[in-house]
């Protein structure tokens, strides 16, 4: 029986035994507001309002969560939100970026990769976590040279984490990243596809792609919003979002930062229609 269409579906991610739901919810602002290029300041989430948002996600079918340890809060809040349904998650931080007193600093070498993952495994309070991504500051293949891929291809060897990729910015580290490892992460929205080669080389080669920003970091809804409060006619700025990333064969999910649990369902919504469509 096909599965209903009312539902968020799930695929594998890459040629990995992972099965994600097309949307992620990615968790910046859980943790994190101080330094970020979202449309509108904002406070955290209490911890009441985190977890009605985790469970209002997880029940309109989102099992992918997205963190780093460069997002404030977000990875020890979760450890903790998430006691007790750690199997029902597919759980995916970062290495590579630290975020301290208002300031990203990096490190890819193999030692500090190696302790950023246990880090992570110590503040989400689990032995496992299902994808790991290198957390570039856009020298991409800088970071892939001082063996930060090799680093995390070794912690898959010994079982810490169960697949591994690259957040990357550039259409060379993007595919660089993509032959050595399970995934990417790009970026990939209407407003911009400069890293459209990378998911036609993940298409072609059986790799995951995890898309940030397909609202521009809300602004393209943040726009269309304004737009319309001066009176001009608007086509559905989330939907045709959607529509767009997902007609891109390469794309697995969109990850989609969001603290309001009525801009998740309408994600949701937007995502099972464009799959539909597509
Ligand atoms: P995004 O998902 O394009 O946009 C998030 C913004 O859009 C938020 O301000 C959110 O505000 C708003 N939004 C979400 N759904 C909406 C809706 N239905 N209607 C109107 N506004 C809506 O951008 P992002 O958060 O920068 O990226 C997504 C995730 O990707 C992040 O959370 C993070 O997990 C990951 N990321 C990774 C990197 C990296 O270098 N690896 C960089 C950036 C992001 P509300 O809270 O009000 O909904």
């Known amino acids: 029986m096909s599965p209903s269409p009312s539902l968020l579906p799930q695929v594998p991610l890459g040629s990995t035994d992972i099965h994600i739901s097309r949307v992620g919810l990615g968790t910046v602002k859980l943790g994190r507001n101080q330094g970020v290029k979202y449309p509108t300041s904002f406070s955290l989430p209490t911890d009441a309002e985190a977890l009605d948002l985790l469970a209002h996600a997880r029940q309109l079918g989102i099992n992918l969560i997205d963190t780093a340890p460069a997002y404030g809060t977000s990875e020890e809040r979760l450890g903790e939100f998430l006691l007790g349904q750690r199997h029902e998650w597919i759980i995916c931080s970062k290495a590579g970026e630290e975020f301290e007193q208002g300031e990203s600093s990096y490190n890819f070498s193999p030692k500090h990769i190696k302790h950023s993952v246990e880090r992570s495994l110590r503040r989400l309070k689990t032995d496992y976590l299902d994808i790991v991504l290198l957390h570039s500051d856009g020298n991409d293949l800088e970071a892939i040279e001082q063996g930060g891929l090799d680093a995390l291809a070794q912690l898959k060897s010994e079982g810490l984490i169960r697949s591994f990729g690259m957040s990357t910015k550039t259409v060379g580290g993007g595919i660089a990243a993509a032959k050595q490892s399970d995934c990417v992460m790009a970026?990939?929205?209407?407003?911009?596809?400069?890293?459209?080669?990378?998911?036609?080389?993940?298409?072609?080669?059986?790799?995951?792609?995890?898309?940030?920003?397909?609202?521009?970091?809300?602004?393209?809804?943040?726009?269309?919003?304004?737009?319309?409060?001066?009176?001009?006619?608007?086509?559905?700025?989330?939907?045709?979002?959607?529509?767009?990333?997902?007609?891109?064969?390469?794309?697995?999910?969109?990850?989609?930062?969001?603290?309001?649990?009525?801009?998740?369902?309408?994600?949701?919504?937007?995502?099972?229609?464009?799959?539909?469509?597509?």
């Open 187 to 278: 970026t990939y929205n209407l407003a911009t596809q400069d890293e459209k080669l990378v998911l036609d080389y993940c298409a072609e080669h059986g790799k995951g792609v995890l898309l940030k920003k397909v609202l521009a970091s809300g602004h393209i809804t943040h726009q269309a919003t304004a737009n319309l409060t001066s009176g001009e006619t608007q086509d559905n700025p989330l939907q045709a979002s959607m529509d767009f990333v997902f007609k891109h064969p390469g794309v697995s999910a969109a990850i989609i930062g969001t603290i309001n649990p009525a801009h998740v369902a309408e994600n949701v919504a937007a995502a099972i229609q464009a799959c539909a469509n597509k």
